[in-house]
């Protein structure tokens, strides 16, 4: 998975599976790489990334069901949200009111 940043000044990629998943962003400005380190439980398949408005974190959303949210500066993880009954296929951020992250699954139900 590919998402540009909203500044437009990294790119993140992301891809694997479980102990594999590799979530790792791009600085266009400094050609320069940084792995994120979400949180990776085993058999958890990535199906979502989005950026915050600020540019500053990232949400994964997995077959977990869980959302992961890592701080891109450091790399670490912030938060991991759990409790969804389905795997998070879809996640967004709110372009007007940061922190809210929007996410929804394959029933289309929104939390």
């Known amino acids: 998975m590919l998402a540009w940043s909203p ?3 990294s790119l ?3 891809s694997g599976v479980g102990s594999d998943l590799q979530v790792q962003v791009y600085d266009a400005l400094r ?3 940084r792995t994120l380190q979400p949180v990776r439980p085993a058999g958890t398949r990535m ?3 989005a950026w915050d408005p600020t ?3 990232v949400a994964i959303g ?3 069901p869980a959302i992961h949210i ?3 500066a450091s790399g670490k993880p912030r938060v991991t949200l759990v409790g969804h009954r389905a795997p998070i296929e879809y996640v967004s951020w709110s372009p007007y009111r940061s922190p809210v992250a929007i996410l929804a699954a394959a029933q289309a139900a929104l939390e």
Request: glycine letters at 4%; a positive charge; charged letters at 5%.
């Open 7 to 9: 500044n437009n000044q």
């Open 12 to 14: 993140l990629i992301a």
């Open 31 to 33: 050609r320069q790489t």
């Open 47 to 49: 199906f979502a990334v």
């Open 55 to 57: 540019s500053t974190q």
């Open 62 to 64: 997995t077959s977990g």
């Open 70 to 72: 890592c701080i891109v």
